[in-house]
C-alpha cells in the first residue's frame, strides 16, 4: 500500500501516479475481511473492493461491495455472461479496479478476494488485461499479494482431501479443484503471509505452522499479527510493496534457475522439506506406481519433470490433499532449434546456457517435497528408484501418460 511504503531514494525524479492495489486472499472470509477492515482503519483514504460470489453458479451473478472506513461507495450486482471466475474478473473485477484508479491517481486499493479466486489470477490479469482499449498497467500498479492464514485452521486445510464441491464452495460447474490445492496456492503465490492470531497467545503449534509456511513459501515474507489495531497494522505493513510482475509462475521457476523449496531434510518442529534433482529422466511405469508415496507422505510438492518415453515435454508436478497432478508445461530447448530460444524468456535462455548438458541438455527433474514427521530419506530413495537406469532400454516402454500431455 503506497501509504504504508518506505520512499525509495533511488526511484526516478517523475512521480509513478498509479493507483497502488494490495490484494488479500484467504480461504476465510471473516479473515480476510478482518485485516481488510484493520487496512482501512490504519489508512482511511484507502478504498477496499471485495466480491460475494455464493449465486454465481444458481444466477450467474456476483455482488460487488466498495467501500473506506468511514462510507460505503457501492453495492452492486453484476450478471455475468458465463458463470465463471475467469468471466467475473474479465467483465467486473479488472474494469472497476481500472475505474477506480482513474478517479484515484496515486491512491490505494485493497481488493478483498473470495475464498475460491487464488490471487495469481487477478494479478496476471491486472499484467496484461485492457480496458477500453488502455492497459490497466497505465493506471494500476500490483503493491502486494497477502495471504491471510487462520492459524487455527490452516493446518486441517492444506491436508483436506475435500473438493470445494464438497463444502458448496465451487466457482463453476467444471471446477474440480481441492480445499488443499485452493489454500496452498494462496500461500505460496504471496508475497507476504501474514497469520491473523488477534489475542492468540503463542504457543509450539504457531512455531509449527510458521516453518510450514516458510518451507511452502520461502520466498516471502512472514509477518504474525497479534495485536488488531491500526498502529500495529501499520507498522508490520510498512514494507509491504513486495510484488515482482517478472518472477515466473510456480510451475516454471525451475526453467528460469529459481527453486521450488528449500533443502532442509532435518525436522523442525516436525516440518520437513527437501528438494530432489536428477537430470535422468523418470521411467513412466516406476513414478506411476511410486505417486501414492508422495501423496500420502507431503503435505504440499511441487516441480517439473521429464519422462524416457516423452523426452520433448517438460511436465509440471504438483500434489497436495492427498492428490496429485501433472500437466503440459512447455517443450524442452533444443541447443540446434535457435528459432525456440528466440522465443524464450531471457532468463531461461541464460539459465539453459549455463546449465546445459551435452546429453540432457536443460532437461533436469526438480521436486520439493514438504511433509509433516516425513521420513525424507525413505522418500528420496523411493523417487530415485524411478529414474531410468544405466543402459535401460526406454524406446519400447509402456506409458500410463501416454497422450496426457498432449497441449491444446
Known sequence: MSRLTRPDPSSPATPDLRARLTIVSGFHPRTTASLTASLLRADRDVIAVSYDIGQILT?????RTVRTADKLLESRTTILEHACLSCAVREDVVPTLARIAERRPGGSVVLQLPPALEPDTVADACQWHTVEDRPVTELLAVDS????VDPETVLDELDSDDDLAHR???A????????????ARQVEHADTVLTWAPGRPESYED????????R????SRRLTVRENHPGVLAEVLLDAGNFNPDHPPIYGRGLEGYGFGVHEPESDCGVVSFVFRSRRPFHPGRLNATLPVLADNSIRARGQLWLATQPEKAIAFHCCGGGVSMGPLTMWLEKS???DWEETAPARQVYAGLNWDEVYGERENQIAVIGMDMDSEAVRMALEACLVREGEETASLPDPFAGCFDEG
Open 207 to 214: 512455531a509449527r505452522l510458521s516453518v510450514l509456511l516458510h
Open 168 to 170: 458448496d464452495m465451487q
Open 172 to 183: 463453476a460447474d467444471n471446477d474440480t479443484r481441492s480445499v488443499s490445492e485452493v489454500v
Open 216 to 219: 511452502i513459501n520461502p520466498w
Open 145 to 148: 499479494v497477502i495471504a491471510a
Open 59 to 63: 444466477t450467474g451473478s456476483i455482488r
Open 337 to 339: 532449434a535457435p528459432e
